[in-house]
């Protein structure tokens, strides 16, 4: 009995010695509770300061950070929609598609009418056009028209969107130049589909694939190529009468035969995307 007495008189002096020390939780550690606040003092302005500094300095987790902490102390605040566009592009920087789609759904849904609205939707066709590009596709060439399509629809609709609801926006030459590059791409796509489906000889599918490219991608790079698979699937498939109508239309389009890849555009809109200062 003495020995616990003991051991609890001692026990309330330790922490009468101790009142300043941190709280421990039961593994040791400190207490979160009695964590301060790391943005203790700061106004909107200050947040809004230093998130921008971050996102300039490329520092883009840290923008993201200061722009939620930002957006969930003064939803409201003078600075409340320029915050959420700013971190949806943060994201996007951040490698962080899905997050970014979703911050500018929220813009657009919540600020339909601010002047900013038409870079949403641009920003929109960013995050799908550069979608699933990896850091060899940023370094190295690759062929771009054989990844999955899905996300260059979504882009081309994106900016399609973007050019019918602000025909006037600075974006707008920018976002024509892309779905250009888009159209030839899903174009293209089909067209590797064509011929993977020729060197398996399944001569049906092969014609399909190539007649979509010809209805739905017309006067893009594809075209001629499509139009000698149909040549060469209708004649596999016994087809003379098709396979001259194809050849017709190829000699008729192409007098000069294949025509030779021609890289002028390309260079033009890359001129043009640097003209404008766009980001890629």
Not at 21 to 28: H, I, R, S, Y
Request: proline share 5%.
């Amino acid at each position: 009995m003495r020995l616990l007495l003991v051991k609890t008189l001692f026990i309330v002096s330790l922490a009468g010695i101790l009142p300043g020390c941190e709280t421990l939780n039961m593994f040791g550690g400190k207490d979160n509770s009695a964590k301060e606040d790391e943005y203790v003092g700061w106004d909107d302005a200050r947040f809004h300061q230093e998130a921008k500094a971050a996102l300039e300095d490329k520092n883009y987790q840290k923008a993201i950070k200061l722009y939620e902490a930002l957006e969930a102390r003064y939803p409201f605040g003078d600075y409340a929609a320029q915050t959420q566009l700013n971190v949806a592009y943060a994201y996007y920087k951040n490698d962080d598609p899905e997050a970014a789609l979703a911050a500018t759904d929220r813009f657009i849904k919540v600020h339909p009418r601010n002047p900013n609205v038409d870079y949403a939707y641009y920003l929109k066709g960013l995050i799908n056009y550069n979608r699933g590009i990896g850091f060899i596709d940023r370094f190295l060439p690759t062929d771009s028209s054989q990844r999955d399509p899905g996300n260059a629809k979504d882009a081309y609709d994106n900016f399609q969107e973007l050019i019918q609801r602000f025909p006037q926006s600075k974006y707008v030459p920018d976002a024509r130049l892309r779905m250009v590059a888009l159209r030839n791409n899903m174009a293209m796509y089909e067209l590797h589909v064509a011929d993977f489906y020729m060197r398996r000889k399944a001569y049906v599918a092969a014609v399909s694939r190539a007649n979509n490219i010809i209805k739905e991608y017309d006067r893009t790079p594809a075209v001629p190529h499509a139009l000698q698979i149909m040549q060469e699937g209708y004649r596999k498939l016994g087809m003379e009468n098709l396979a001259a109508d194809a050849e017709r239309v190829f000699n008729l389009n192409y007098p000069s035969g294949m025509p030779v890849a021609d890289y002028k555009d390309l260079t033009i809109m890359e001129e043009a995307w640097n003209a404008l200062g766009m980001d890629k």
